[in-house]
């Protein structure tokens, strides 16, 4: 049994080292790329906070400021480690978005496991067939180099690691009902915010994955496991309202033309994945 264990945890490995390899060939052509120029690298990555370093006040300033409506601490971290590294060079941030990337393929790849696992759906061998299948598309899907061979959207990548962290670790609490998982799960939801403000959405992923996998949703302790997210959730929402809001007065939308854009983001989103 130890043996077979050994040979199933040599294929995981293998598995995900031909997977790096082939992100890191599909991506090649980024590690050669510089900063943005006259764009937002200019002032995202390059600006006052990278540069003051792991200064007390400047860490202060870092997790108690915005930056021109950002506020993503744990990026500007990131900024300052690489820049007190080997400063603005920019092969080891191009770097970085991609180990991002990778790190993010390998935990949708256990998520995915783990949720058909605990909803009964499919049995193991299906199971890593889906999971193997769907992280192989979502490491090399165009869509995401965006987010990966740009500098400054490496806060995507960042956001989407802690957000699966704790989606994982939330599915951990449910089997296990540890008290440190759901205490993790919570501390990764505020990294994710942290990171990027989309990641606000997440207590509506863990009502989605408590329907999955057939908890009861009628239940007053679903609910109130729930409540430290959605009290996170609704901080994080209000913080970007107050950064996002209106920069100039001069421009001005209706709540129907708001309406109106995101319903058109939304269909050009879902063509353009059809399409590709």
Known sequence: ????????????????????????????????????????????????????????????AVFTQSYKGQYSPLVELSYMVLYGLFGYDPFWF?????????????????????LLEMSGLSESRTSLRVAALSTFLFAIHPVNVESVAWVSAVKVPMYVFFYLSAL???????????????????????????????????????????????????????????????????GFALLTLD????????????AVQRLLFGCYSLSFICCYRYMS
């Open 94 to 114: 191009h770097l970085m978005s991609v180990v991002w990337h990778c790190g993010c393929a390998t935990l949708l790849f256990f998520l995915i496991c783990r």
């Open 168 to 234: 994982l670790l939330y599915l951990r609490y449910v089997r296990s009902q540890k008290l440190g998982c759901y205490i993790a799960a919570l501390c990764c939801f505020v990294c994710s915010g942290l990171s990027k403000e989309q990641a606000f959405v997440l207590p509506l992923s863990l009502l989605l994955i408590d329907w999955f996998i057939g908890r009861n949703l009628k239940s007053s302790d679903l609910w109130m496991e729930k409540l430290p997210f959605f009290i996170l959730s609704a």
């Open 1 to 60: 049994m130890k043996k077979r264990n050994n040979i199933v945890n040599f294929r995981f490995l293998l598995g995900f080292l031909l997977l790096y390899g082939l992100v890191a060939v599909c991506y090649s052509p980024v590690f050669t790329n510089g900063f943005l120029d006259s764009w937002d690298d200019q002032w995202m990555v390059m600006n006052v906070f990278t540069e003051s370093g792991f200064r007390m006040e400047n860490l202060i």
């Open 243 to 254: 950064l996002q809001g209106p920069r100039s007065e001069a421009v001005s939308y209706t």
